[in-house]
């Protein structure tokens, strides 16, 4: 069946360091993918999505960029805080469906 | 205030005793969805509807029955539980056609002896 992989599944950066978070699908005609944010505890919150046909899209500190060729997109967190400790999703939307592939998340830590 | 709402937040049955999770959004969406979420799993999807009457499995829908009389509400019913559905449950809806974001429910912990 269909698959996200994401990698870290933890990650550690220090306060005011990059965060990279990697996600790679296997149906090449997903055309959404969002990017979700659990605080413990908490429920799920989307915090940037992008669709196929953008190649980059940023929100402050946050940005995502998809490579459709590499089936792969990504999460950038610049300049973390400690706030921005969370567990951290990304799914695609399978094409032709309302399906929902989520990754199998992504701990991060903002050490102070 | 706009929101989604699960009913109950935490559960303690017994194998084989049926169950109804409910959950209910105050904002007119059309598409509903219910998902697991386990350690090491990440969320999982186990049905979704796009519209009343309009339900269709996610990825992992086996052991488990949904419903949309009304659009407002989509229970999950578990006829015969089994101690592998142990797990936290998440309702959430969005808006059919796009934006795309779903809201999610506060999670209901659903335990299975």
């Known amino acids: 069946g269909e698959n996200v992989e994401q990698h870290p599944s933890t990650l550690s950066v220090q306060e005011g360091d990059s965060a990279v978070i990697k996600c790679t699908y296997s149906?090449?005609?997903?055309?959404?993918f969002p990017w979700y944010k659990q605080e413990l505890g908490k429920r799920p919150q989307l915090i940037i999505d992008i669709r196929s046909n953008v190649g980059e899209k940023k929100d402050q500190r946050i940005a995502v960029t998809l490579n459709k060729t590499a089936k792969h997109f990504s999460l950038h967190i610049t300049e973390t805080q400690p706030e921005d400790s969370a567990v951290y999703f990304c799914a695609a939307l399978l094409s032709g469906t309302y399906k929902y592939i989520f990754g199998t998340g992504t701990r991060l830590k903002v050490l102070a | 205030e706009a929101q989604v709402t699960q009913n109950p937040r935490y559960l303690i049955t017994v194998t084989g005793k049926k169950l109804t999770v409910t959950c209910s959004q105050n904002?007119?969406?059309?598409?509903m969805s219910w998902y697991r979420q386990d350690p090491g799993l990440g969320l999982r999807q186990i049905y979704y509807s796009m519209n009343v009457e309009v339900t269709d499995k996610g990825d992992v829908p086996e052991g488990y029955k949904v419903s949309r009389k009304e659009k407002r509400n989509f229970p999950l019913i578990l006829e015969s539980p089994s101690p592998n559905q142990t797990s936290l449950y998440f309702c959430?809806?969005?808006?059919?056609?796009?934006?795309?974001?779903?809201?999610f429910g506060p999670g209901t912990r659903l335990t299975v002896t």
């Open positions: 149906d090449s005609a997903s055309n959404y």
């Open positions: 904002m007119n969406h059309e598409y």
């Open positions: 959430a809806s969005s808006i059919l056609q796009g934006p795309y974001e779903q809201y």
